[in-house]
């Protein structure tokens, strides 16, 4: 299995700028698509971006594109998630999961398509 462990998040101005990470167990992390998605309160899960397996390619939605950039480190065994312009509808709890793809497929899209999870980090936007 992979474990994910996230940190970074934190309180950040409206406008501002958050890096969060997420740290992952094991000797096969470069073998999965990475993801972060991310739920605020009352809201559903909704997917932020992911990154392939070899850190080639990135997707990000619509909501955030322009603003966040998704890198990876399979050295360190990390996934980064850099925020910019951030506004308080960012405000949220913070999840990095790993798929196994293929990427081709699309399964980075959807949360179903990831088999392992962290346990969050809290980031709020304050206004």
């Known amino acids: 299995q992979v474990q994910l462990v996230e940190s970074g998040g934190g309180l950040v101005q409206a406008g501002g700028s958050l890096r969060l990470s997420c740290a992952a167990s094991?000797?096969?992390?470069?073998?999965?698509?990475m993801g972060w998605f991310r739920q605020a309160p009352g809201k559903e899960r909704q997917v932020v971006g992911a990154?392939?397996?070899?850190?080639?390619?990135?997707y990000y939605a619509d909501s955030v594109k322009g603003r966040v950039n998704i890198s990876r480190d399979n050295a360190k065994k990390t996934v980064y998630l850099k925020m910019n312009s951030m506004k308080p509808e960012d405000t949220a709890v913070y999840y990095c999961a790993a798929s196994p793809g293929p990427w081709y497929s699309g399964t980075y899209r959807v949360d179903n398509g990831y088999d392992y999870w962290g346990q969050g980090t809290q980031v709020t936007v304050s206004s």
């Open positions: 990154i392939s397996r070899s850190g080639v390619t990135t």
């Open positions: 094991g000797r096969t992390f470069s073998s999965y698509d």
